[in-house]
């Protein structure tokens, strides 16, 4: 498989694992063929890879080919929220100053630069704790650190203002 990654859902009537999934994978060609209610073939030209969808003790898992990934399930809201944040990403570039904001609820666990600091796209500027995983939010264009309104141990939601760069 070429594809490093394929987004996978369903559409408003269909329940998950039955009917016609949306996939959209890095590359073209790569589609998904539902077999039964947790059970499809990932398909790329000639080669055909089973996926099997399991949820044991609450936690939902994807076997891909006998490896087997953990995944997240979230609510279609957050998915949302998320794809809003994607397509904003282009106009990261543009001058002006830019407020990161908050994608996921946490607690701020590390903050990397102070106001003055001068960051280039991609950098570390915190590090947020949500279900018991670190995730580390990038910059999303150089520029120079104006604020931090959060600090280490504070708990954020969802649309909280982190930092402002200009």
Do not use: C, Y
């Not at 570390?124 to 104006?146: C, F, H, I």
């Amino acid at each position: 498989m070429t594809a490093r990654s394929v987004r996978v859902s369903s559409p408003a009537d269909a329940v998950v694992g039955e009917g016609p999934l949306v996939v959209e994978p890095e590359s073209p060609g790569v589609r998904l063929e539902w077999m039964g209610p947790n059970a499809a073939v990932l398909v790329e030209g000639a080669t055909r890879i089973p996926v099997r969808f399991v949820t044991e003790a609450g936690q939902s898992a994807v076997l891909v080919g006998g490896w087997h990934v953990d995944v997240v399930v979230e609510s279609e809201q957050l998915a949302a929220l998320r794809e809003k944040a994607r397509r904003g990403a282009g106009l990261a570039g543009h001058g002006g100053p830019t407020e990161v904001r908050a994608i996921i609820p946490g607690r701020v666990v590390a903050v990397s630069v102070v106001p003055g600091d001068e960051v280039v796209a991609g950098q570390q500027l915190l590090v947020v704790e949500a279900m018991k995983m670190q995730n580390e939010l990038r910059a999303p264009r150089g520029g120079t650190v104006d604020s931090i309104a959060t600090g280490t141990g504070q708990t954020i939601e969802v649309g909280d203002l982190l930092l402002v760069l200009s």
